[in-house]
């Protein structure tokens, strides 16, 4: 009999995310591996309590607002410039460039319109804004090495 998720086993899974047409904006069939009910933040929390109880094979399919997902789109964020004051490899719509802020957190740009000579970036999360849904796969669950417990911290591993 497959193990089942309980706090602190390691979980692999492969996730699908579909937006609120149903389209689908994100699949990976690249396990994430994260220890189970360390509410250290690696999932969305509502998609952690979906897999509870799961084994291999099993999968959640978990719908998430978009204020418990990549959060509300924040005006603040995007800006329009001159396109002259963005660097060559900037200059087209798709653009990306990761800068640190005044406070020390990487900021993940995009440039998502350019109107003659005007440039504009957006600092969102790409499905800030939007209601998502996760169907997620469990593709594996075991007791964790004390590497892994050491290797994982706060962080996914992939």
Known sequence: MSERITPHKLVSIAYTIRDSRGD???????PI?????????????????ALDGL?????????????????????DLTF??????APE????VGAELDAESDSGEVLHFRVTHINGDEITIDANHPLAGEDV??????????????????????????
């Open 24 to 30: 689908i904006v994100e699949h990976s069939e690249l």
């Open 33 to 49: 591996s994260y220890i189970h009910g360390l509410n250290d933040e690696q999932l969305f929390p509502k998609i952690e309590r």
């Open 55 to 75: 084994s291999v094979d099993e999968r959640a399919e978990v719908h998430l607002l978009a204020s418990e997902a990549f959060g509300e789109r924040d005006p």
């Open 80 to 85: 329009t410039d001159q396109i002259e004051n």
């Open 89 to 92: 490899e900037l200059r087209f």
């Open 133 to 158: 849904t996760f169907v997620v796969r469990v593709t594996e669950v075991r007791d964790p090495t004390l590497e892994e417990i050491v290797e994982i911290g706060d962080t996914v591993v992939h």
